[in-house]
């Protein structure tokens, strides 16, 4: 059972909640660039949480169904059609053999996550499949390729279909103004007062340029007291601060060691948020600790576990 990629878009990758326990090896994480997106998908179809998706950036990506299969659609709203028949993301979708599945360009969002029921097969690295094409890993055949045209994303044979939803009142805004939490880092202090408020006081112009690996910034110059520092260990949301003082995000195809000074550090929910936005968008960032980003976890694991309603069982 499978679908054949017919047109692969700009950027279409296979991806699993990331590679763990390598970075010391120099191998990073990968995974979903939006974590809430990624596992809601997964949750709305009761697979396991880890199941395999596709991440769709940008959009343009179609697909050809094989099969009967039970499908989730998150994240961006790149304009989703069955047969050239609108559907709305943040749901689940029954899709017929020889049905066509479309993306075309972005209405709100940059990124949307297509899951179906099982999740896909692709090859396992290091146990995971999350590709990360700077490092040759994960992907279908586990050497870090983007999916290409004529591919074909096996999967098991699915579940009765079951129409589950999120309701709207959790579906993430895209469009609003960004504002994020900051975790205060290692060399937060070196940054002197007028510098900290200066990041804290000042709304930040996504840049074009940006990718897997980072987000850069424009706005207000910040300065370290400190030239650089000794290489240290990166953290997935890390905002690390060049010489050219414009702060660049860390993301998930991050390197694992960096020498920048670092202001301060992204929950993963919150880096999520900043990767469904686009170069031109505005971001600020307000002062926050661990313990309000652990309770934003705990609260967001919690209502993972409590499910979405189901409005239709065929």
């Not at 396991?48 to 769709?56: F, G, K, P, R």
């Not at 706005?219 to 000794?230: N, R, W």
Request: with cysteine.
């Amino acid at each position: 059972m499978s679908f054949e990629v017919l047109d692969p878009g700009m950027l279409a990758l296979i991806q699993d909640s990331g590679r763990h326990g390598y970075q010391h090896m120099g191998v990073t994480t990968g995974g979903p660039m939006d974590e809430f997106a990624f596992f809601w998908a997964n949750r709305l179809l009761d697979n396991d949480l880890n199941a395999s998706q596709v991440e769709i950036t940008f959009g343009r990506f179609s697909l050809l169904a094989q099969d009967d299969a039970c499908i989730a659609i998150t994240g961006g709203d790149l304009g989703a059609q069955i047969n050239d028949k609108t559907i709305e993301p943040w749901r689940t979708h029954y899709i017929s053999k020889g049905d066509r599945l479309d993306f075309n360009a972005p209405i709100s969002g940059l990124r949307a996550y297509l899951a179906v029921s099982g999740g896909f097969q692709p090859t396992m690295k290091l146990g995971s499949c999350a590709t990360v094409s700077r490092e040759g890993l994960g992907g279908l055949d586990g050497k870090g390729a983007k999916l290409a045209k004529g591919d074909k994303l096996e999967f098991k044979k699915n579940s009765p279909f079951i129409e589950t939803f999120l309701p709207e009142p959790e579906i993430p805004d895209y469009r609003q103004h960004l504002r994020l939490g900051v975790i205060p880092g290692y060399q937060y202090q070196s940054f002197p007062a007028v510098q900290r408020m200066k990041f804290f006081s000042c709304d930040y112009e996504i840049s074009q340029n940006i990718d897997r690996m980072g987000y850069r910034l424009k706005g207000d110059a910040i300065y370290s007291d400190l030239d650089g520092i000794v290489s240290e260990g990166i953290a997935y949301g890390a905002i690390q601060v060049p010489k050219d003082g414009q702060p660049i995000v860390l993301m998930k195809d991050r390197q694992t060691i960096g020498g920048y000074p670092k202001i301060g550090c992204l929950s993963a929910l919150d880096a999520g948020l900043l990767a469904q936005r686009g170069p031109g968008s505005s971001v600020s960032f307000y002062l926050s600790d661990v313990a309000e980003a652990e309770g934003r976890r705990m609260l967001f694991n919690q209502r993972l576990k409590t499910g979405a309603p189901d409005i239709r069982t065929d």
